[in-house]
């Protein structure tokens, strides 16, 4: 980071940030680590998003993920900047904001106080990309630390989370749906529109086939979505453009956002979306 930058944002590998901001100095990305039996790879710049899940398809069990540690944070604080930031993905499905907050006292016993935010984003992916460009914006418009403090988390408990998956069978495993009571069997070709409640997984309706269920998904991010023009619509998906399109389309029919930003996934967000999986966040 140049020395007269004044605020850092760090981000978990989660976190999907648009091509034009992954070299800007003003971002750090912590990578999760993602292990699928044997294969072991660090969800940093060298994810190949193809080999993944094809080794996902391949192997029988679960794949599962690894939060970074204290220390790694830690380092992404030691920085020249003023106002630092990490956002991370819901506590309620990694250990990374518990992590990162490690970190912050860390750096605080090791090189004295400053100013350290950091935010559990209740939400995954587009969410936490939500979060990051609020930030940015805050920190451009001249605000005080305290002032985007307070501004950011009131922004994070507006943000509207929806997804639609053809697998489950990822969160499931990993024990990532235990707000959900029930879920109807996949056979059926049933397919449930889901959600979160203050970073917990529910679901928010069910429809019969894919289609349908984008197209649930779309009516109710543009219901429940409080002045769209002030908002971002982001879509992220694991290697389903052309949905990601045809949701952009449908929401955009109903409501008006200052910006649509599209993005394929990244490691941890296409371990847990699978292989066609759609998420939405207002």
Do not use: W
Request: aromatic share 6%; with cysteine.
């Amino acid at each position: 980071m140049d020395i007269d930058m004044s605020y850092k944002i760090v981000v978990d590998s989660c976190c999907e940030l648009p091509e034009n901001l992954r070299q800007d100095r003003r971002f750090e990305r912590v990578p999760l680590g993602l292990e699928v039996g044997e294969y072991c790879r660090m969800d940093d710049e060298t994810f190949n998003q193809a080999e993944f899940l094809r080794k996902v398809a391949e192997y029988p069990k679960c794949p599962k993920s690894s939060c970074p540690s204290p220390e790694r944070f830690m380092e992404s604080y030691d920085d020249s900047a003023e106002h630092i930031y990490a956002v991370t993905l819901s506590s309620h499905l990694s250990g990374s904001y518990n992590s990162a907050e490690l970190g912050k006292k860390l750096y605080h016993e090791k090189h004295g106080e400053k100013q350290i935010h950091v935010i559990d984003s209740e939400s995954a992916s587009g969410g936490e990309t939500q979060i990051a460009l609020k930030l940015m914006e805050l920190e451009e418009a001249g605000f005080s630390f305290e002032k985007i403090v307070e501004k950011i988390e009131a922004f994070r408990d507006s943000i509207q989370t929806y997804f639609v998956l053809d697998n489950l069978e990822t969160l499931r495993k990993n024990g990532r749906l235990s707000g959900v009571k029930a879920l109807v069997a996949s056979t059926l070709n049933i397919k449930p529109v889901m959600g979160a409640d203050k970073g917990e997984i529910i679901q928010r309706s069910q429809t019969i086939g894919i289609k349908k269920a984008l197209g649930k998904l779309a009516e109710l991010a543009a219901a429940e979505v409080k002045n769209p023009g002030e908002r971002r619509l982001i879509i992220t998906h694991c290697n389903a453009l052309a949905r990601a399109q045809q949701v952009k389309e449908q929401i955009l029919a109903k409501a008006g956002f200052k910006e649509c930003i599209i993005m394929d996934t990244r490691g941890i967000s296409s371990m847990y979306a699978n292989d066609g999986g759609v998420i939405v966040t207002t």
